[in-house]
């Protein structure tokens, strides 16, 4: 019990010690940014503090909408990529609320006011060096690996977590879903992903109380959903390819049997034949592998089946997702040994899909 209260009081003042600290760390930035625009007499300055923060606000707390003009543009600086920014202020973006920012207010979506080129690079050059927000850190999404899939999951998510309720996008050539809030179908080309990843782990830290909505969404859902978004309006989008990296050049299929043999044989049998004792109590049952023509496959669907599972391909969820589970070079042994070993029964092969 002592020992107890001793060491409640002992975090205590650690904890005091550690916001100490974290206030100091605050106070530092905070007056090298006040310097920083007081000595900044550009032309981004100007208008910043002139035009533009008769609607927006640019420093502060974020707050329901009901109370602004405009979007809160603190962190102007990471949530836009740059060319987007400088074409928007030049007038050569459309709008991104379809019934205005305001749509409680009549007047619906006005024009934006515009600026030259030369003052939207300066605007742009303003954000960059004053409008940082340190919750957005750098690289916490890495997309250089989104594949295809990944991006097909997040779409569906977008239907199934009410995106498409409050936020267009673009079927066909037209615009469809809800017109709540800022249209989506052109995210790729404007969002920073640092930003759009933050944004998504908790939306109220940058817009309050202004309709949005916080979705149940594991790291894996978020980073589905980030990543289709990235993906739109994006022309000639390139996905990774798993079985085109380096991982699978150097797959191995002897090494590829001990995997088939850990994983696999359990349901599909030794020498898979569909016989392991999993199989027993399963409809479907495991696919018979000793008469497929496994070595033809295409490449995307016998990674996506082993990789995400039978649900992903239209076949029975009984078939897990092993793309947790099994590390990436023994998933490309594991490949490598299927097409090397199950060529199909000649009599009786059905062919591949
Ligand atoms: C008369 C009010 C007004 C002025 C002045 C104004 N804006 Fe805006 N701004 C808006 C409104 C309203 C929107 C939302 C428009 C929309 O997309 O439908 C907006 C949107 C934006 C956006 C996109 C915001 C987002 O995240 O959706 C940026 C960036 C922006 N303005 C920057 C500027 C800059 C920089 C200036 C000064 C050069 C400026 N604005 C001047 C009203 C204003
Ligand atoms: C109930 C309506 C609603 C739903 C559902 C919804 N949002 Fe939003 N979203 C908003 C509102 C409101 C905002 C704040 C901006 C604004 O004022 O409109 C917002 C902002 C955003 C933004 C930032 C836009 C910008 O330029 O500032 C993104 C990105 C976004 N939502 C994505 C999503 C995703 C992904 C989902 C589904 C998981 C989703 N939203 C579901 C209403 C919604
Ligand atoms: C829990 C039992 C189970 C385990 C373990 C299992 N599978 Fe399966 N697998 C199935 C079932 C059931 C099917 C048939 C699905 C269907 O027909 O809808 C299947 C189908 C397949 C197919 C699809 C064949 C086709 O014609 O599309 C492949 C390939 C496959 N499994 C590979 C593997 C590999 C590789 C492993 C080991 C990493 C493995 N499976 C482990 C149950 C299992």
Redesign the pocket.
């Known amino acids: 019990m002592r020992w107890e209260i001793i060491s409640n009081l002992k975090s205590y003042r650690v904890s005091l010690a550690f916001l100490l600290l974290f206030f100091l760390g605050c106070a530092a930035p905070v007056n090298k940014k006040n310097e920083a625009q007081a000595s900044d007499t550009g032309a981004g300055a100007k ?2 503090q002139g ?2 923060s ?3 606000k640019f420093s502060g707390q974020p707050e329901t909408k009901f109370n602004l ?3 809160d ?1 603190m962190w ?1 600086g990471v ?2 990529q740059r060319a987007w ?1 400088e074409r ?2 030049q007038g050569q973006e459309e ?3 379809p019934n ?2 305001r749509w409680d207010q009549a007047g619906g ?2 024009k ?2 515009t ?1 030259s080129r030369e003052d939207a690079v300066a ?1 742009a050059d303003y954000f960059e060096t004053n409008l940082l927000d340190e919750r957005v850190a750098k690289n916490a999404i890495d997309l250089s690996q989104f594949t295809e899939q990944e991006r097909d999951f997040g779409a569906v998510i977008f239907k199934q977590y009410s995106c498409f309720g409050c936020h267009q996008i673009q079927e066909d050539g037209k615009n469809v879903g809800g017109p709540i809030s ?1 249209n989506l179908y052109d995210s790729g080309n404007r969002y920073n992903v640092d930003w759009l990843y933050r944004f998504a782990l908790n939306p109220q830290d940058f817009t309050p109380h202004s309709g949005e909505y916080l979705a149940d969404l594991s790291g894996l859902g978020v980073r589905y959903v980030v990543g289709y978004l990235m993906t739109l309006g994006v022309k000639d989008y390139k996905f990774y390819e798993p079985w085109k990296s380096e991982t699978f050049q150097k797959a191995d299929a002897n090494r590829g049997a001990a995997v088939y043999k850990n994983y696999c044989t359990q349901c599909h049998g030794m020498e898979g034949k569909g016989d392991g004792p999993g199989a027993a109590g399963l409809d479907p049952k495991p696919a018979v592998h000793a008469v497929l023509p496994l070595s033809d496959y295409p490449e995307d669907y016998l990674y996506n089946v082993v990789y995400y599972g039978g649900k992903t391909v239209g076949k029975s969820p009984d078939m897990p997702d092993w793309g947790l589970t099994i590390p990436p070079q023994d998933l490309a042994d594991l490949i490598a040994y299927l097409r090397a070993t199950f060529k199909g029964a000649p009599e009786e092969a059905p062919s591949a899909p």
Do not use: D, F, I, R
């Open positions: 208008l910043v035009a533009c008769s609607c927006h003009k405009a979007p543009l102007g949530k836009y920014l928007w202020l709008n991104l609320y205005g920012y979506s006005e934006h006011m600026v605007v800022a």
